[in-house]
Protein backbone atom coordinates (compact mmCIF):
# COMPACT_ATOMS: atom_id res chain seq x y z
CA UNK A 1 0.00 0.00 0.00
CA UNK A 2 2.33 2.19 0.92
CA UNK A 3 4.59 1.72 -2.37
CA UNK A 4 1.37 2.16 -4.52
CA UNK A 5 0.94 6.24 -2.48
CA UNK A 6 4.48 6.85 -3.53
CA UNK A 7 3.77 6.12 -7.06
CA UNK A 8 0.79 7.93 -6.84
CA UNK A 9 2.21 11.27 -5.85
CA UNK A 10 4.92 11.12 -8.40
CA UNK A 11 2.41 10.61 -10.89
CA UNK A 12 0.45 13.58 -9.92
CA UNK A 13 3.49 15.75 -10.07
CA UNK A 14 4.39 14.93 -13.51
CA UNK A 15 0.59 15.48 -14.49
CA UNK A 16 0.91 12.20 -16.22
CA UNK A 17 -2.35 10.24 -15.62
CA UNK A 18 -4.98 10.78 -13.09
CA UNK A 19 -4.74 7.19 -12.07
CA UNK A 20 -5.74 6.41 -8.33
CA UNK A 21 -3.30 4.53 -6.35
CA UNK A 22 -5.77 1.45 -6.11
CA UNK A 23 -4.87 1.54 -9.84
CA UNK A 24 -1.41 2.00 -10.05
CA UNK A 25 -0.90 -1.09 -7.81
CA UNK A 26 -2.26 -3.13 -10.40
CA UNK A 27 0.01 -2.42 -13.08
CA UNK A 28 2.27 -4.75 -14.49
CA UNK A 29 6.38 -3.84 -13.25
CA UNK A 30 7.02 -2.23 -17.07
CA UNK A 31 3.90 -0.30 -16.79
CA UNK A 32 5.90 2.59 -15.60
CA UNK A 33 8.44 2.84 -18.29
CA UNK A 34 5.81 5.34 -20.37
CA UNK A 35 6.67 7.86 -17.88
CA UNK A 36 8.18 10.87 -19.08
CA UNK A 37 11.60 12.66 -18.64
CA UNK A 38 10.48 15.07 -15.52
CA UNK A 39 9.86 12.05 -13.42
CA UNK A 40 13.68 10.90 -13.69
CA UNK A 41 14.68 13.85 -12.28
CA UNK A 42 13.09 13.28 -9.47
CA UNK A 43 15.31 10.23 -8.95
CA UNK A 44 19.37 9.92 -7.68
CA UNK A 45 21.68 10.20 -10.89
CA UNK A 46 25.03 10.54 -11.39
CA UNK A 47 27.22 12.37 -13.93
CA UNK A 48 29.88 10.75 -15.93
CA UNK A 49 31.05 13.85 -17.08
CA UNK A 50 31.25 17.05 -15.40
CA UNK A 51 27.92 19.55 -15.72
CA UNK A 52 28.07 22.06 -18.18
CA UNK A 53 25.20 24.83 -18.02
CA UNK A 54 23.77 26.35 -21.35
CA UNK A 55 21.58 29.41 -20.25
CA UNK A 56 20.25 29.84 -24.06
CA UNK A 57 16.49 31.09 -24.08
CA UNK A 58 14.26 30.07 -26.31
CA UNK A 59 13.24 32.89 -27.51
CA UNK A 60 15.44 34.53 -30.70
CA UNK A 61 13.74 37.74 -29.67
CA UNK A 62 15.95 40.00 -27.37
CA UNK A 63 13.78 42.26 -25.63
CA UNK A 64 14.81 44.99 -22.44
CA UNK A 65 13.05 48.26 -21.37
CA UNK A 66 16.33 49.66 -21.34
CA UNK A 67 17.91 51.20 -24.77
CA UNK A 68 20.55 53.23 -26.06
CA UNK A 69 20.33 57.44 -25.17
CA UNK A 70 18.25 56.38 -22.17
CA UNK A 71 19.28 57.55 -18.68
CA UNK A 72 19.82 54.43 -16.42
CA UNK A 73 16.80 53.86 -13.30
CA UNK A 74 18.52 54.37 -10.12
CA UNK A 75 18.39 51.21 -8.02
CA UNK A 76 20.40 50.21 -4.77
CA UNK A 77 23.06 47.17 -5.28
CA UNK A 78 25.21 46.05 -1.98
CA UNK A 79 28.77 44.53 -1.47
CA UNK A 80 31.48 44.26 1.34
CA UNK A 81 34.00 46.30 1.74
CA UNK A 82 37.54 45.43 2.15
CA UNK A 83 37.04 45.68 6.33
CA UNK A 84 34.41 43.38 5.77
CA UNK A 85 31.21 45.68 6.23
CA UNK A 86 28.09 45.60 4.21
CA UNK A 87 27.73 48.68 2.55
CA UNK A 88 25.14 49.73 -0.25
CA UNK A 89 25.67 51.70 -3.65
CA UNK A 90 23.30 53.00 -6.38
CA UNK A 91 23.41 53.01 -9.73
CA UNK A 92 22.82 56.77 -9.34
CA UNK A 93 26.44 57.26 -7.56
CA UNK A 94 28.20 54.63 -9.57
CA UNK A 95 27.75 56.82 -13.06
CA UNK A 96 26.45 60.37 -12.31
CA UNK A 97 29.23 62.83 -13.74
CA UNK A 98 31.08 59.12 -14.50
CA UNK A 99 32.21 56.72 -17.32
CA UNK A 100 30.93 53.60 -16.24
CA UNK A 101 30.89 49.81 -17.57
CA UNK A 102 28.24 47.79 -15.96
CA UNK A 103 28.37 44.07 -16.58
CA UNK A 104 25.86 41.09 -15.41
CA UNK A 105 26.18 37.53 -15.50
CA UNK A 106 23.69 35.12 -15.03
CA UNK A 107 25.03 33.97 -11.89
CA UNK A 108 28.20 33.34 -9.65
CA UNK A 109 30.66 30.44 -9.21
CA UNK A 110 28.78 29.30 -12.65
CA UNK A 111 31.50 27.92 -15.66
CA UNK A 112 31.26 30.97 -18.12
CA UNK A 113 31.15 33.99 -15.49
CA UNK A 114 33.91 32.43 -13.38
CA UNK A 115 35.88 31.32 -16.17
CA UNK A 116 35.80 34.07 -18.81
CA UNK A 117 33.56 37.08 -18.47
CA UNK A 118 34.71 38.11 -15.04
CA UNK A 119 37.91 37.41 -15.42
CA UNK A 120 38.26 38.95 -18.58
CA UNK A 121 37.05 42.39 -17.25
CA UNK A 122 39.48 42.01 -14.50
CA UNK A 123 42.52 41.56 -16.54
CA UNK A 124 41.74 44.70 -18.93
CA UNK A 125 40.19 46.71 -15.85
CA UNK A 126 43.80 48.85 -16.75
CA UNK A 127 43.44 49.49 -20.17
CA UNK A 128 39.49 50.11 -19.74
CA UNK A 129 40.77 52.71 -17.19
CA UNK A 130 43.36 54.11 -19.35
CA UNK A 131 40.78 54.63 -21.74
CA UNK A 132 38.36 56.83 -19.46
CA UNK A 133 36.38 54.47 -17.78
CA UNK A 134 36.04 55.28 -14.03
CA UNK A 135 34.53 52.38 -13.17
CA UNK A 136 33.88 48.92 -13.66
CA UNK A 137 31.24 46.82 -11.76
CA UNK A 138 29.58 43.31 -12.17
CA UNK A 139 26.34 42.96 -11.32
CA UNK A 140 24.23 39.90 -10.48
CA UNK A 141 21.24 38.54 -8.73
CA UNK A 142 22.82 36.90 -5.65
CA UNK A 143 23.75 38.18 -2.53
CA UNK A 144 25.97 39.94 -1.39
CA UNK A 145 27.08 37.22 0.81
CA UNK A 146 27.10 34.92 -2.14
CA UNK A 147 29.31 37.75 -4.58
CA UNK A 148 31.94 38.56 -1.84
CA UNK A 149 32.54 34.72 -1.75
CA UNK A 150 32.80 34.53 -5.55
CA UNK A 151 35.47 37.70 -5.57
CA UNK A 152 37.80 36.01 -2.66
CA UNK A 153 37.67 32.61 -4.89
CA UNK A 154 38.67 34.62 -7.42
CA UNK A 155 41.77 36.52 -5.76
CA UNK A 156 39.82 39.92 -6.78
CA UNK A 157 41.11 43.02 -5.39
CA UNK A 158 39.77 46.40 -6.45
CA UNK A 159 39.37 45.94 -10.31
CA UNK A 160 36.52 45.57 -10.69
CA UNK A 161 33.41 46.02 -7.77
CA UNK A 162 31.18 43.19 -7.23
CA UNK A 163 27.46 44.36 -6.78
CA UNK A 164 25.05 41.93 -5.38
CA UNK A 165 21.40 42.77 -6.87
CA UNK A 166 19.54 40.71 -4.53
CA UNK A 167 16.44 40.96 -5.43
CA UNK A 168 16.61 41.81 -8.88
CA UNK A 169 15.84 45.25 -8.05
CA UNK A 170 18.07 47.14 -11.11
CA UNK A 171 17.38 44.27 -13.67
CA UNK A 172 13.67 44.07 -13.77
CA UNK A 173 14.00 47.85 -13.82
CA UNK A 174 15.93 47.48 -17.54
CA UNK A 175 13.97 44.65 -18.71
CA UNK A 176 16.95 42.11 -18.14
CA UNK A 177 15.48 38.98 -16.45
CA UNK A 178 16.10 35.74 -17.41
CA UNK A 179 13.91 32.79 -16.05
CA UNK A 180 16.25 29.61 -15.58
CA UNK A 181 13.66 28.27 -13.10
CA UNK A 182 13.22 25.39 -15.40
CA UNK A 183 16.86 24.16 -15.51
CA UNK A 184 17.58 21.17 -13.04
CA UNK A 185 20.04 23.48 -10.82
CA UNK A 186 17.09 25.51 -9.95
CA UNK A 187 18.68 28.86 -10.82
CA UNK A 188 15.64 30.68 -10.62
CA UNK A 189 14.86 34.59 -12.01
CA UNK A 190 18.21 35.90 -12.40
CA UNK A 191 19.68 38.50 -15.24
CA UNK A 192 20.33 38.07 -19.08
CA UNK A 193 24.36 38.48 -19.70
CA UNK A 194 25.15 42.39 -20.54
CA UNK A 195 27.65 44.81 -20.77
CA UNK A 196 26.56 48.71 -21.04
CA UNK A 197 28.74 51.65 -21.12
CA UNK A 198 27.09 54.96 -19.42
CA UNK A 199 28.30 58.48 -19.30
CA UNK A 200 26.72 60.43 -16.72
CA UNK A 201 24.26 57.54 -16.13
CA UNK A 202 23.04 57.85 -20.04
CA UNK A 203 23.26 54.33 -22.15
CA UNK A 204 25.73 54.85 -24.50
CA UNK A 205 26.92 51.35 -25.45
CA UNK A 206 24.35 48.21 -24.46
CA UNK A 207 25.92 44.82 -25.77
CA UNK A 208 22.45 42.43 -24.28
CA UNK A 209 23.55 39.05 -25.20
CA UNK A 210 20.57 36.26 -26.12
CA UNK A 211 20.50 34.76 -22.23
CA UNK A 212 23.49 33.75 -20.99
CA UNK A 213 25.42 33.80 -24.02
CA UNK A 214 28.88 35.15 -24.27
CA UNK A 215 29.40 36.23 -27.64
CA UNK A 216 30.45 39.83 -27.38
CA UNK A 217 29.62 41.29 -23.90
CA UNK A 218 33.39 40.92 -22.76
CA UNK A 219 36.22 43.32 -22.21
CA UNK A 220 37.74 43.22 -25.58
CA UNK A 221 34.17 44.14 -26.84
CA UNK A 222 34.12 47.47 -24.79
CA UNK A 223 37.67 48.11 -25.38
CA UNK A 224 36.13 48.64 -29.35
CA UNK A 225 34.28 51.48 -28.53
CA UNK A 226 36.19 53.29 -26.20
Known amino acids: MASSLTFSRLLSSTAVATTTSTKLALLPPKAVSFL???????LPCRFSKPLTLSFSTKN???FAAISLGDKLPDATLSYFDPAGELQTTTISSLTAGKKAILFAVPGAFTPTCSQKHLPGFVEKSAELKAKGVDTIACISVNDAFVMRAWKENLGIKDEVLLLSDGNGEFTKAIGCEL?????????GIRSRRYALLAEDG???????EEGGEFTFSGAEDMLKVL
Open 36 to 42: PHPLKHS
Open 60 to 62: PTI
Open 179 to 187: NLSDKPVGL
Open 202 to 208: VVKVLNL
